[in-house]
């Protein structure tokens, strides 16, 4: 605990609020040079681009910090490699499910994502399994939702 002293507290409160903006901004600009690699550095050709920095925006990050991730994204010297992975499967009653996950590594993300299949009374198929039955028409975004209620709220 901090005590009984002003300063103390203050500092306690303001290394929590700091993770919690540095987890969340992490997220924003991993998604930032994912796009930017994917559509471009334009936002006015690149929906999922422009998404991404309204949502930067929203969380106030700054103007420099997103220049700088869609740098990185357009130029393409970063070392760690996103990528986009599309999981298929069956979840209850037999009903087609696709799962889009951006990873850097898709050994941990099929760990978290196959779980998830089965705790649903699901089964995560083969690639090609159910993606004849899907066409892309857009993307919903959750405004304001933390990760890990949103996660619970899916299941």
């Known amino acids: 605990m901090a005590g009984h002293s002003k ?17 969340i901004f992490t997220k924003l600009i991993r998604e930032l040079v994912t796009a930017a690699k994917l559509g471009g550095g334009d936002t006015s050709s690149n929906p999922r681009l422009r998404a991404a920095v309204d949502k930067a925006l929203s969380s106030n990050m700054t103007r420099d ?20 992975k599309i999981y298929e499967g069956y979840g209850p009653g ?23 299949f089965t ?16 066409s892309k028409k857009g993307l919903i975004l959750v405004a304001n939702a933390d990760e890990d209620a949103l996660t619970e709220s899916c299941y």
């Open 94 to 116: 037999g009903t087609a499910v696709m799962v889009e996950c951006l990873s850097d590594n898709a050994n941990r993300t099929i760990s978290q994502v196959r779980p998830s």
């Open 65 to 84: 910090t997103i220049n700088r991730a869609i740098e990185r994204g357009v130029g393409g010297g970063d070392d760690t490699n996103m990528e986009t």
């Open 119 to 134: 705790k649903c009374g699901g089964n995560l198929g083969t690639e090609g399994s159910v993606g004849y039955l899907f």
């Open 7 to 23: 300063w103390a507290n203050i500092k306690h409160r303001k290394a929590a609020q700091d993770a919690q903006r540095g987890k």
